[in-house]
């Protein structure tokens, strides 16, 4: 069993101590959390002020995209957009599916975070943002420390941080001379024709896109894989039934979410929310797993289920701020999952789940950081 399942029952709407000392509420139903994260009296910009209640004690950049409210959200999303239609995200397919084949030939044993997860989001967020192949490697050092992925020091993670923010303005001045067809191309021609991005939205967008596509899809990719080898039942029904693999993904991201709550909004005004009363400058946070075990028109939802039809979850969020990288991130969860039921029918873990390593409890991002198996 996942160590970290909701425990039910859990009241409706919930007032937490986090981390950082602050008192939050914490919203644990499907449908008041959707409304929490469409509500524009549930404020972002107001939850990335100094004095507004957090839950972790790193800030967000104010002018990130994840850090505004409408009109301004929604004129910097529209230009991100473009990057993220279905046509370029189904343009991924073919190199994604390369790589997850290349990583797995010729193997009877690999280690699933490591040799698996971490270099297939690597190429995969490399070659969506346009960093030049010769370069992923270095790319992908710099950014499993900055993100704590590789364990080192806080002071080897922000250095590595700061090397990352050179290292795309160099990219970025890169795609301005040749341009093509990648995210920054697309973002620079916004600067340049619309005039629509100054540097610093640029290079905030450029680092925002890395922070949320990178460790997330490492993360889920794991705990996907985890899920189903500890039902063996449902691995086999998988591997002899591979059409299920689009509806197994949907199934999975909702059984073991990989961000489990939302980011925080701050209440413009006194709100009643689930029969308490937000007050004024209260900071809310949506429990995104304990939304996706809500029961109240589904059964069983405690089971993993492969079969289960359009099991619907708040993994990617919802509303305005829902995960851009939402159809990315299935694409590549999929084609992950299919190269590794066709190469690894016989998948199994190496060691006993306790032995296991995770990533700390404090990270926003979850997941085993270790996955042997052999098969
Ligand atoms: C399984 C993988 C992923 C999960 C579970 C996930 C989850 C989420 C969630 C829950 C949010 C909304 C948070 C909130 O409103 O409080 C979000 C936002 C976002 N995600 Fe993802 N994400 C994933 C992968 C990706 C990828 C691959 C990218 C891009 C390459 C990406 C880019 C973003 C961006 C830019 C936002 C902010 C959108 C906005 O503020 O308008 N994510 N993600």
New binding site residues.
Partial sequence: MLPYLPRHPVPDVVRVLAPTGDRLWLVTRYELGRQV?TDPRFSRALAVAGSAPAIHPLRPDPVA??SLDPPA?GRL?KL?NRAFVPEAMAAQEGPIRRTARGLLKDRRAIDLVSGYAMPLSAST?CQ?LGVPEAEQDRFSRLADRAHGITPCSPQESESARSELRAYFAALADLARREPGEHLLGTLILAQEQDGALDEQELLALIE??LN??YE??IG?TGLAALALLEHPAQWRETVSRPGLIPGAVEEL?RYA???PI??TRVARQDIELGGERIGTGEGVVVS?LHANFDAAEHADLEVLDVRRDMPRNL???HG???????Q??RLQ?RVALEELVRAAPGLRLTVPPTALRWRPAEAVVRGPTTLPVSW
């Fill in positions: 994260l995209l994840t959200h999303r991100v967020i969506v925002l896109l949320a596509g997330t899809t889920q991201l979410p990989v961000v939302s980011f995104l993994t990617f969020g305005p701020h829902v995960c851009l990288g939402a990315l991130a969860l």
